[in-house]
């Protein structure tokens, strides 16, 4: 019997394996900060909505950002790369300018957001965690 299984990934020629090493982690917690966004963001959105829809919007595109860079990262390949590091970079301007905003002006968020305060609710993963990303994709890029 064949020692290594080769997956249906690897037998694509040119697909770039986003999920070794350090982007193994990397899945692990956006995995974990989608789980944690789209639930808050559910329950907010269909419960609490008029109390503070600006926080609850964005709570709810941090949830899609997560899972669409989730995916990208599991999927692989040189485009899925290329969307993920877009993604990562817009997300890093998300948590900046609402963290910024935040700060600034703290009677717009009667409640907060995922990316309130650089994410201090989720100590401070939503600043690190698209940093690291945009880290893992570039070094990960195919000749």
């Known amino acids: 019997m064949a ?4 997956t249906a990934q690897d037998a694509k020629p040119g697909r770039t394996r986003l999920v070794t090493g350090p982007g193994m982690l990397l899945v692990w917690l956006y995995g974990v900060m989608s ?5 808050r963001s ?3 959105v269909s ?11 964005l709570s709810a595109v941090a949830a899609v950002v997560y899972v669409f860079i989730t995916y990208t990262l599991v999927r692989g390949g040189e485009a899925a790369r290329r969307a993920a590091l877009v993604c990562c970079a817009a997300e890093l301007a998300g948590v900046l300018v ?3 905003w935040t700060l600034v002006e703290p009677s717009a968020f009667p409640d907060a957001t995922v990316w309130s305060d650089f994410g201090y609710g ?3 993963i939503p600043v690190l965690l698209p ?3 945009i880290w893992w994709l570039r070094r990960s890029r195919t000749a």
Do not use: H
């Open 3 to 6: 020692e290594t299984v080769e």
């Open 122 to 124: 989720y100590v401070f």
């Open 47 to 57: 419960t609490e909505f008029d109390r503070a829809p600006l926080a609850y919007a």
């Open 35 to 39: 789980v944690g966004a789209v639930s």
């Open 131 to 133: 940093l690291t990303g």
């Open 42 to 44: 559910i329950y907010q």
């Open 98 to 100: 609402v963290g910024t």
